[in-house]
């Protein structure tokens, strides 16, 4: 199986957009009294319960109350707010580039080095891809006006949808309003209360809702786990040779940055009867032959039963597609996948966004672009690691750093925020127990100078904050556990189901 490997000799690129702001300051020594502060802050966060708990404690409680329940996760949001430790819920107040301004829920504004944004080829500030919105707003104005199953597409969508067919080599393609609406819509929209889903036990929360919402007949197999997609087959079909299966994979997962065997996953389908679905939102646009993903890398274009994508982190748009061999099926989904049938189509502007990135994607900026995010991901990967990071994956746009238990990480991604690094925190339930990561998202416009200045707050942060705490590294388990996500889309730590 090929991945996408580092490219050291990628021809540089620089993005048409301002000069952005000078880079923060390279972390110093902390001073005696900084350090009595940042003592005096940990024993208060910790006094309070601020660096404890996590959003699942607040799914279910014994509050029978809706709004009882809400309040007391209000409670708990309010104390980490107050401490500085609740990294979510911000704000973009500049756009979303390399050196970017993010307003946190505790009012505060805060500039730096942005690996927050699903931005990845830098797109979204792209002259030729603003004009292209502006003429579609003079000309179909800013509008869908119904969905697509009523009159909601407009003929510039229907061209959308045959590029991304003669693109993925796969002729007929569906829209969707988001990415979610694609992955939860593929699984509700074909699959009925007697047919089965498979999916990788880390496949995205819209698959695992989708599956959920679709069959009690879910079966999950340990990640990237070909042998025991393989054996949960073997079980289905030993007990029903009649109904439909799903077989679910991504082309890149967005929490571990690392790849399935697309080829292998494709032939169990074919000899189980069953159809598979990769989900490319990650990784299509922003990696690949002609940007097609590791579709295109491990030599799978046009060979995939079923492609489901997002247009959320390449192509500078909201929306989603799923592409098929079956004009059958891509009919149905308009009108069987209730995320499709019963949501607005893509706005006009946002189909010319989305058609705009694909004209520049497929053309010699694109490959640049891709390499200049290539450049950026290597050099970001290559100081991390050298400074006694765990980085996690494969080269890809996703760049998860393991620091272990929450608080701990909870505390780095503070300290991280206060010294120019924005970046996003991934804790349970997201993530297994002590497996808390900060998800750094990189873009074309990252300089080498800017991963190199990063990488020095992140790994100082992450010191301070072990040493804050007083604490050691949990062990990782010598068995087999995994973050699988529930019928609600949260993850608990449980071993993978046995396969018989």
């Known amino acids: 199986m090929k991945i996408i490997n580092d490219d050291g000799g990628a ?14 300051p390279l972390p110093s020594t902390p001073g005696v009294a900084e350090l009595e502060n940042l ?19 607040f799914l279910t409680t014994t509050a029978r109350n809706p709004v009882l329940r809400a309040e007391a996760f209000m409670d ?8 500085g430790g609740f990294p979510f819920g911000k704000a973009l107040a500049s756009k979303p580039a390399a050196q970017t301004s993010l307003r946190y829920l505790d009012g505060r504004t805060r500039g730096g080095i942005n690996f927050s944004s699903q931005e990845y080829l830098s797109l979204a500030s792209h002259p030729s891809v603003q004009q292209a919105a502006i003429d579609a707003i003079k000309r179909l104005g800013v509008h ?35 990415g979610w609406a694609a992955g939860y819509g593929v699984c509700r929209g074909l699959i009925r209360p007697n ?12 698959l695992q809702e989708g599956a959920n919402a679709a069959t009690k007949n879910v079966h999950l197999y340990r990640h990237l786990d ?14 029903d040779d009649v109904n439909g299966i799903l077989l679910i994979t991504e082309g890149i997962f967005s929490m571990d940055a690392d790849s399935p065997d697309i080829a292998a996953l494709q032939a169990l389908a074919h000899e189980y009867g069953a159809l598979l679905v990769v989900d490319v939102a990650h990784d299509l646009g922003c990696s690949g032959p002609d940007g097609t993903g590791q579709i295109g890398v491990q030599n799978m274009l046009g060979k995939v039963d079923l492609v ?27 009108y069987y996948a209730p995320s499709n049938t019963f949501s607005n189509a893509l706005s006009p502007p946002q189909i010319a966004i989305i058609r705009e990135c694909i004209r520049i994607i497929r053309s010699p900026e694109g490959q640049l672009r891709r390499d200049q995010l290539f450049t950026a991901i290597t050099a970001l990967r290559g100081e991390l690691r050298a400074r006694g990071l765990t980085v996690m994956g494969q080269p890809s746009p996703i760049v998860p750093v393991l620091l272990g238990r929450d608080d701990v990480a909870r505390v780095a991604c503070k300290l991280l925020a206060e010294r120019g690094v924005l970046t996003n925190l991934v804790e349970y339930p997201a993530v297994s127990n002590n497996s808390a990561r900060l998800r750094m998202q990189v873009m074309t416009e990252h300089t080498p100078e800017q991963c190199s200045n990063a990488a020095d707050i992140i790994a100082t942060a992450w010191a301070e904050a072990q040493a ?28 993978a189901e046995p396969a018989e």
């Open 11 to 24: 021809q540089s690129f620089v993005p048409q957009t301002p000069s952005m702001p000078p880079l923060p």
């Open 39 to 57: 003592h005096l802050w940990a024993r208060n966060a910790k006094s309070t319960g601020a660096l404890d708990g996590s959003t699942r404690d």
């Open 76 to 83: 708990w949001i309010d104390r980490r707010i107050k401490h």
């Open 144 to 178: 869908s006006a119904g969905s697509s199953a009523l009159a909601g597409n407009i003929v510039d969508g229907n061209a959308l949808e045959q590029e991304i067919a003669d693109w993925l080599h796969t002729p007929h393609v569906t829209l969707f309003p988001t």
């Open 195 to 206: 047919d089965h889903i498979v999916l990788d036990v880390l496949a995205h929360n819209c």
């Open 226 to 239: 070909v042998s025991h997609a393989k054996k949960q087959l073997q079980r289905i079909r030993a007990k």
């Open 308 to 334: 489901m994508g997002a247009f959320s982190k390449s192509f500078a748009s909201n929306g989603g597609f799923v592409a098929t061999h079956s004009h059958a099926v891509k009919e149905y989904l308009r």
């Open 468 to 495: 804050l705490l007083q604490t050691e590294q949990p062990e990782q388990s010598d068995g087999f556990v995994a973050p699988v996500a529930d019928a609600e889309g949260f993850h608990s730590q449980r071993v």
